[in-house]
């Protein structure tokens, strides 16, 4: 038996198989149309907000003292404190970088003017991360987030480039792949698929139809071709 060769007769499957290659091909298409499992975390926006309003509160607290302090610091004096109070928060988010020009922003406000900044950054992550945000979604997420920091007025202008980079450390995925889950759906999907078998008398070709690959790879399944692949059916 030969690829194109015209059948001389109608074949029909001695024996009953399973056909485990068709079988295996049809679970893998079953798991390609499972959908990736995602699970949001809706305690993000309350711990990224807390974040936020740690940076802030450290920030005025240590304000505060150098205000409150009787020594006369000079400029990189007062920067360097603020760094030093810092230093937990960027431990924990070492993402966070806020330069000495940003730093010094805030002993040029008032506090009043840093609670409102605190604020109006406290909502605008609430609000964007009370939503399903992804991955691959971030990048847009944080530009949006910018944009709103520049546009809102309650925010003291001194303080808009620090904001800007708070926020976008702020900004964080809510929804993440669960995997476990994922597996479970695709090995239900696998397992759901009944095996393919051919089934003895089922017709393999019929007489005068061209021989293909599949024709040959059915009767090698049934074992109906020689050890030496002959053209002779067993």
Not at 161 to 180: F, M
Not at 195 to 211: S, Y
Request: glycine fraction near 2%; hydrophobic fraction near 40%.
């Amino acid at each position: 038996i030969q690829i194109t060769q015209i059948a001389q007769d109608t074949i029909r499957a001695v024996k009953t198989v399973e056909d485990t290659e068709k079988t295996e091909l049809l679970r893998n298409e079953a798991e390609n149309l499972v959908e990736p499992v995602y699970v949001m975390n809706a305690d993000v926006a309350e711990h990224r907000v807390s974040f936020v309003n740690s940076v802030f509160d450290t920030l005025i607290a240590e304000k505060l003292l150098i205000e409150q302090s009787t020594d006369v610091l000079l400029r990189p004096e007062r920067i360097n404190a603020l760094k030093q109070s810092m230093k937990e928060i960027i431990k924990s988010q070492p993402d966070l970088a806020l330069s000495d020009a940003q730093l010094e922003a805030f002993l040029t406000v008032s506090v009043e003017d840093i609670k409102q900044t605190r604020d109006a950054i406290d909502d605008i992550v609430q609000e964007r991360l009370s939503k399903a945000i992804r991955k691959e979604a971030l990048p847009t997420e944080k530009i949006e987030a910018e944009a709103e920091v520049v546009s809102t007025e309650k925010i003291d202008r001194t303080l808009l480039n620090p904001s800007i980079a708070i926020v976008k450390v702020a900004i964080v995925e809510t929804e993440k792949l669960d995997p476990i889950i994922t597996e479970e759906r695709i090995a239900q999907a696998r397992s759901s698929v009944e095996p393919t078998k051919v089934l003895q008398g089922q017709i393999i070709i019929r007489e005068g139809e061209a021989i293909d690959r599949e024709t040959i790879r059915q009767m090698e399944l049934l074992g109906m071709l020689d050890a030496e692949g002959s053209n002779k059916p067993i």
